[in-house]
């Protein structure tokens, strides 16, 4: 078990770009995600696949598929209980989710801080910047101008964002794509 404690931002384009261009990013991946219905709404569980983090560079076979549960309780800090699958474990879960989302992340270094950059669409960009200590979480002033703090919004965490009215046939290509089959 992790904890996680972070702040989001939500982030126009410009924004983006305007980080970008101060520090070039080290790593830029796709991450697919499925979520599972639960009775329990202080608890999110999702399949990932996350492609390899080095611009892509490396094969599918080296892509990271992990089944994760969220303790949502806690405003900013929640529990993490991480498990990494096989290809075949993560495929084969993946199709009893009812919710999915895509998004592309970049992985930056920003003065001391360490900035994960989730693009969903040009329309919606999110920042989070993990932190080691709840005093530097509480104490934390951006030295950048973020369109919006999201960290306490529930609309914008990925679960809430994942949508459960994509077509069958867009699910099927991108279960295809994230989970290739190997023999």
């Known amino acids: 078990m992790s904890e996680e404690l972070e702040r989001k931002y939500k982030i126009t384009k410009d924004q983006f770009n305007e980080i970008i261009k101060a520090s070039f990013p080290e790593a830029s991946y796709k991450i697919f995600q499925g979520y599972f ?5 202080r608890k999110e569980y999702r399949i990932r696949s996350q492609e390899s983090a080095y611009l892509g560079m ?3 076979a080296a892509n990271k598929y992990t089944l994760t549960i969220k303790d949502k309780d806690k405003v900013g800090w929640r529990s993490e209980y991480e498990i990494c699958l096989s290809v075949y474990g ?3 879960l993946i199709k009893h989710c009812s919710k999915f989302i895509e998004k592309t992340r970049y992985l930056i270094q920003w003065n001391d801080l360490y900035l994960e950059v989730d693009m969903y669409s040009d329309d919606l960009i999110i920042v989070e910047i993990e932190f080691e200590s709840v005093e530097k979480f ?3 002033v951006p030295t950048f101008e973020f369109e919006e703090e999201v960290t306490c919004n529930k ?3 990925n679960s809430n964002l994942a949508s459960n009215t994509m077509p069958t046939e867009w699910i099927d290509k991108k279960i ?3 989970f290739p089959k190997y023999f």
Not at 37 to 41: K, L
């Open 37 to 41: 219905n639960t009775e329990d709404p």
């Open 155 to 157: 609309q914008f965490y």
């Open 138 to 140: 509480q104490n934390y």
């Open 176 to 178: 295809a794509k994230y």
């Open 58 to 60: 490396i094969p599918d």
């Open 90 to 92: 993560a495929k084969d």
